[in-house]
């Protein structure tokens, strides 16, 4: 079993629609929290950055991370065509820099 | 503010091979950690340098291997290429590794 799971989708919506992305995790351990965006043929952009339990917005993205249940959702609204890209989840624990990711999420979002 | 820059983009090697592949931090960031992305897959981590030491290190072979120098920038050497190494080389800079770490456009491996 992985640490972490991510359904690889693909993802497809139409403009405007609200996008939601998971991740679960095995580790209780894992304390660091984030979202990365990456095109193709192109490195990972950080997106969202949260530490322990809650939810942070950050302009049309909110990230919650629900430790209990191991459980971290990334929420885009009125999504763009040019959200369209793989989304990794990745964390880490408070010891290490290793950051463990996600298989990705491909989304897709059409006119 | 330049982020983390990578060279080359693009590398064709054959089996049995050698490889150094090159990374320059984002300006202020003096930590760099290195993974490795098969196709359809999350990144994988290598290993991080800190103060030119090796500081963490993942579940690669020692035929991986790498150095910082002075001004942060960073090598990642692989030898004895396997057809399994194709793969995209990402590098990953931060400010002393207790902060999001920020990724570069990798370098694409092609072993034949």
């Known amino acids: 079993q992985k640490e972490v799971e991510q359904d690889p989708g693909p993802l497809s919506v139409p403009e405007g629609a609200i996008v939601s992305l998971n991740c679960t995790y095995s580790?209780?351990?894992?304390?660091?929290f984030m979202w990365y965006r990456q095109y193709s043929r192109k490195g990972p952009e950080l997106l969202m950055y949260?530490?322990?339990?809650g939810n942070k917005e950050d302009g049309r993205f909110t990230a919650q991370v629900d430790k209990s249940s191991k459980y971290i959702s990334l929420f885009i609204r009125d999504s763009q065509p040019s959200d369209s890209a793989t989304y990794l989840c990745?964390?880490?624990?408070?010891?290490?820099?290793?950051?463990?990711f996600g298989t990705g999420t491909r989304l897709q979002v059409f006119p | 503010d330049a982020g983390v820059t990578q060279s080359p983009t693009h590398l064709i090697k054959t089996r049995g091979q050698q490889v150094t592949l090159r990374c320059s931090p984002k300006?202020?960031?003096?930590?760099v950690s290195w993974y490795q992305q098969a196709l359809g897959q999350g990144p994988q981590f290598i290993f991080q340098?800190?103060?030119?030491?090796?500081?963490q290190r993942g579940n690669f072979p020692d035929r991986f291997s790498g150095h910082q120098f002075p001004n942060y920038s960073s090598e990642l050497n692989v030898n004895a290429l396997l057809l399994g190494d194709s793969a995209l080389y990402l590098c990953?800079?931060?400010?002393?590794?207790?902060?999001?770490?920020?990724f570069g456009d990798g370098t694409r491996l092609s072993i034949l």
């Open positions: 990953a800079s931060s400010l002393d590794g207790n902060q999001p770490q920020h």
């Open positions: 580790n209780s351990a894992f304390q660091y």
């Open positions: 949260t530490y322990s339990s």
């Open positions: 990745a964390m880490r624990r408070v010891d290490t820099d290793k950051l463990i």
């Open positions: 300006s202020g960031h003096d930590t």
């Open positions: 340098y800190y103060e030119e030491e090796e500081r």
